[in-house]
């Protein structure tokens, strides 16, 4: 009898520990990729107004070549696609220009950017902050900045305040990219 109980202590405890290493496995690191950039409204709207302007775009850089930003110790949030945040940036903000024919690469202006800071916050005030400085190569800079809330929590599932902080990346951009149009006509002369 002793050894029957024995064994089935043996069982449970085992149980116990192959249930808390599938739960370990299933909270630990992965990447949290960004969705893709989608065009806004809104930009599109506000660029379309801005009649005969025609601009290329150069380079968005920062000084680090950030292209991850760690989530607490559950893994990096990334683009999707592997680039730098700056190239991200670059790339939705060329892809705004083209859809409203403002973007033409042999442009008299070219508009280049630096990503001067990116970092979100999680839990109780979830938000990204991102400031961005475009130059003209006509000399003209100007330097904008999104503090973009939005809504996270501490009580979401392991990783889930890194998975919003990911979906929230796009939306952050567009309006960075949006207050960045707003001051376009002030560069691009």
Request: charged content about 15%.
């Amino acid at each position: 009898m002793f050894l029957e109980n024995l064994h089935l202590k043996w069982l449970a405890t085992m149980k116990i520990l192959f249930t808390l290493a599938i739960a370990f496995s299933l909270t630990g690191c992965g990447n949290f990729a960004t969705g893709r950039y989608s065009i806004s409204t809104d930009n599109a709207v506000a660029l379309r107004s801005l009649s005969g302007i025609q601009l290329n775009v150069g380079n968005f850089t920062d000084k680090d070549n950030i292209s991850e930003i760690s989530c607490h110790s559950h893994g990096p949030v990334t683009t999707l696609d592997g680039e730098t945040f700056a190239s991200y940036i670059q790339k939705a903000f060329t892809d705004e220009l083209k859809m409203s024919g403002i973007y033409l690469k042999t442009a008299p202006v070219t508009i280049t950017g630096r990503l001067d800071h990116i970092d979100y916050s999680t839990a109780f005030a979830s938000k990204w902050d991102l400031t961005l400085t475009l130059n003209s190569s006509n000399g003209k800079s100007v330097t904008v900045t999104e503090n973009y809330d939005y809504k996270g929590s501490v009580f979401a599932a392991p990783g889930g305040e890194c998975v919003q902080a990911a979906l929230a990346f796009a939306p952050a951009v567009q309006n960075l990219i949006g207050k960045a149009i707003e001051q376009l006509p002030e560069i691009s002369n």
